[in-house]
């Protein structure tokens, strides 16, 4: 609830206060909407499915549609949309510090939402490559101990399974591909920025080139540490995944790597709750927003 309202709120601060409508928050609003919806389909799914069934894994209640197609496509939709815009508001800075005439020519509200459309359209491909993971709904029936205990438990449970041992074992590794692509471009962008910045490099016909320096660098540590918080907070959960994917689980039992598996989870929703949080804590601009919208 937190992490919806947040940047829900966020998204509200940018639509009333004038000054804020820049490129840069455009990206940050769909950031804030993909965050929302991985809230939404991941933490929410499993918040419901507690509610449904005492059996951890239970799909069965959710059904084919809704809980094996129509929630894991979203929930996907909304990280891979989350990584991309992070790489695509490092673009936007990296051409408005490094390549500002180029920035210039680029900038403008056609090519802005041509970007956002293959931002969603790009992320609906990667979280369409995973549905064969996990499309087929399989019944099975569970034996419990005959102690009292486990009496009212349901003997019927589901879940959802790929349609083959390649695809769920392909699962891993495309989820955490544009991951680290999406890391070494953020850093390698970030690096370039950061020498331009300390060279001082401005663009000529800037009539007030010291604020507008002040400004962009403001920025650029602002979304720098943003995207340090987002991939710091992501890592954890996807070099997991990629070492298990591999086999190599260390001699782990079932148990532990789930208790595992859900501490790194909840690590990523962490990350999609506080976004907002580090833009105001970090750049007084998007402070003074914040409280011009709450008054």
Known sequence: MFGVVNNLFFSV???????????????????????????????????????????????????????CIIIPFFRSLGYFASLFFITLVTLEMFLAICKPIKHMVLNSRGLTLKLTRGVWGSASFFAGLLITSYCILEHYCVIWPAAETYQHLPTIAASCEPVSQWANE????????????????????????MRSLTKKTIAPQERRPQVHARARTRVARMLAINCLVSFGLLAPFEIFSLVTAFKTQYGLDYRTIQLILQILRALGYLNSAINPLVFYAVHPSYRRAFFETLA
């Open 170 to 193: 392909a699962h891993n590794i495309i989820q955490s591909a544009p991951f680290y692509i999406g890391l070494v471009v953020n850093i390698t962008l970030y690096l370039c920025i």
């Open 13 to 67: 601060v940018v639509f009333r206060v004038k000054r804020m409508r820049t490129v840069t928050n455009h990206y940050l609003v769909q950031l804030a909407v993909t965050d929302i919806l991985y809230i939404l389909f991941a933490a929410g799914e499993r918040i419901l499915r507690f509610t449904m069934s005492p059996i951890v894994s239970d799909k069965g209640s959710e059904g084919l549609i809704f809980g």
